[in-house]
């Protein structure tokens, strides 16, 4: 349809009354825009133009701000797995500190070191790994609603749900077996005292 004939109801689909030409060329942008005017202006005078640009410029302008809504939720992503993070590793240290005396009376009655960071590790590694399980599942599915806003990415991409959950295992993991060992290996050396402050 020449542009001479769109009548001005027609002209509601075209956003602000303008119209894209797009123009293949080898040559560079500056020596473009000079020639384009100029053949412009012969087909019609009254037809201004602007906003030349190149169409790597025009798609990148036009999925930016898809992009930067993409990039924020990744950053929201990162800082709600380190909260949680710091939050199961004060959780479960917090929760073997308070076990200290128990500790220091397994390791009294003959326990090693090795055997009560082994026992503490296996009554926190089921929590978490349900816990974590039920996360994902969740995260699966929430996903489904963000599919729109991701880039070369499924939502459930395997590679992301696993290493989120393989993060929240090893923190698990440290918190458990770091204060657990400290508290053992202390207890090894100063059962005695341990336990009398413990009595008193």
């Known amino acids: 349809l020449p542009m001479a004939q769109i009548g001005p109801s027609s002209w509601g689909w075209m956003t602000g009354r303008m119209m894209y030409a797009v123009l293949r060329s080898d040559r560079d942008m500056a020596g473009i825009v000079s020639g384009l005017a100029t053949a412009m202006h012969r087909i019609d005078p009254e037809v201004p133009l602007f906003d030349v640009r190149e ?3 025009r798609l990148s302008g036009a999925v930016a701000s898809s992009q930067f809504s993409t990039m924020l939720m990744i950053a929201l992503g990162a800082v709600a797995l380190v909260l949680s993070a710091s939050g199961v590793f004060g959780l479960i240290a917090f929760l073997i500190a308070q076990r200290r005396q128990e500790i220091g009376v397994r390791v009294v009655l003959g326990a090693s070191p090795l055997a009560v960071v082994r ?3 296996r009554e926190a590694w089921w929590p978490a790994c349900i816990g974590t399980m039920l996360g994902l599942m969740v995260a699966s599915s929430a996903a489904q609603t963000l599919r729109s806003q991701l ?3 499924e939502p459930t991409d395997p590679w992301t749900l696993l290493g989120a959950g393989g993060a929240l295992l090893l923190v698990t993991v440290a ?3 770091v204060p ?3 508290a053992a290996s202390e207890a090894s050396r100063t059962p005695i005292r341990l ?3 413990h009595d008193e």
Do not use: C
């Open 151 to 153: 880039f070369n990415l």
């Open 195 to 197: 336990l009398q402050r």
């Open 175 to 177: 918190s458990a077996a």
């Open 55 to 57: 169409m790597d410029q």
């Open 180 to 182: 657990a060992w400290r």
């Open 119 to 121: 026992l503490l590790l």
